[in-house]
């Protein structure tokens, strides 16, 4: 018999799932949240150029609007911080948050290691940092019948104490950011709990983030199975890419490994579409706020 081999990433992700499986998240310390608005509709995931991007989900359009000399927020940092955040306003129930006085001690919380130079997580971190807080966010529902829009930014005021060059020196004063009225009130109404521990074993990718939330908020609503077909998938989740088969290869392959953290959710690929079927969320109901 031919010797499978396990790449590092992979064994990792598997570690990490036995780890989920052993414990749940509200005993390990690990429950948090994700804003809905951001699980329905998602960030891209490479750099956009341009400073408008949309994505659309039925009814549902998300657009996100930035300073040309800024630029959109993409990839997995941008929806490190929103889970970061959202949890802190979810625990908190307030719209200033302390992100600490150590850049070092912040991005341990996001799972990140505090390297410097041109593709370390710092540069990263202050990059994606500036682009998610300065872009605005419009949330638009229409059906025929009735059209509701919502309007915001994510933060209103952030005050960052961070020094690069000695990422573990503590600073004088405390880092906050102070979160919009309204998505403050979108994220602590509307939270989608997830388990921070999956979050940080699926960093790598976007897509498998992106994938691993949305699966998680659909199964506590989920009442019969249902096909979601390719071309809606590729709308919601794979802008990026110029053919739905394109989008299909990529998400499987991301899938494989939500499914390896997330065991319990019940999902098949067919032709047409997924099949998702009705599944335990990753959270049990005490999880919910």
């Known amino acids: 018999m031919k010797k499978t081999t396990i790449t590092p990433s992979v064994e990792q992700i598997i570690n990490d799932a036995l780890a989920i499986e052993a414990e749940s ?6 429950l948090g949240f994700m804003a809905r608005a951001m699980v329905q509709a998602t960030l891209p995931h490479k750099k ?5 991007f949309e994505r659309r989900n039925g009814n549902y359009t998300l657009t996100l609007l930035a300073p040309s ?6 990839g997995t940092v941008p929806r490190l911080l929103l889970a970061w955040l959202t949890t802190e306003a979810v625990r908190t129930q307030s719209r200033e948050l302390e992100l600490g006085n150590s850049l070092a001690n912040f991005m341990r919380e996001l799972g990140m290691s505090p390297t410097g130079g041109t593709r370390g997580d710092i540069t990263r971190l202050k990059e994606q940092t500036r682009r998610l807080f300065a872009c605005s966010i419009s949330a638009t529902y229409e059906d ?20 690069a ?33 999956a ?6 990718s976007p897509l498998a983030l992106d994938a691993y939330c949305w699966l998680t908020y659909k199964a506590s609503y989920t009442k019969r199975p249902s096909v979601i077909p390719w071309s ?21 392959a991301e899938l494989r490994k939500v499914v390896t953290v997330y065991g319990a959710v019940q999902v098949e690929a067919t032709d047409d579409g997924l099949l998702v079927r ?12």
């Open 199 to 204: 979050l940080k074993a699926l960093k790598k």
């Open 69 to 74: 000399k800024i630029g959109l927020p993409y």
């Open 165 to 197: 060059k000695d990422p573990e020196q503590a600073g004088l004063w405390q880092s906050t950011v102070t979160l919009s009225e309204a998505f403050f009130n979108e994220v602590v109404s509307h939270p989608v709990p997830v388990d921070m521990r």
């Open 278 to 289: 009705p599944s335990l969320t990753h959270i049990g109901k005490k999880g919910t706020p």
């Open 232 to 252: 809606a998938l590729a709308l919601q989740f794979g802008s990026d890419y110029k053919l739905v088969r394109q989008f299909k290869a990529a998400f499987l």
């Open 144 to 163: 025929g019948k009735k059209s509701a829009f919502l309007n915001q930014s994510i933060a209103s005021k952030a005050v960052l104490w961070w020094d």
């Open 48 to 52: 956009v150029l341009g400073n408008e």
């Open 25 to 30: 998240a509200q005993d390990a310390g690990a």
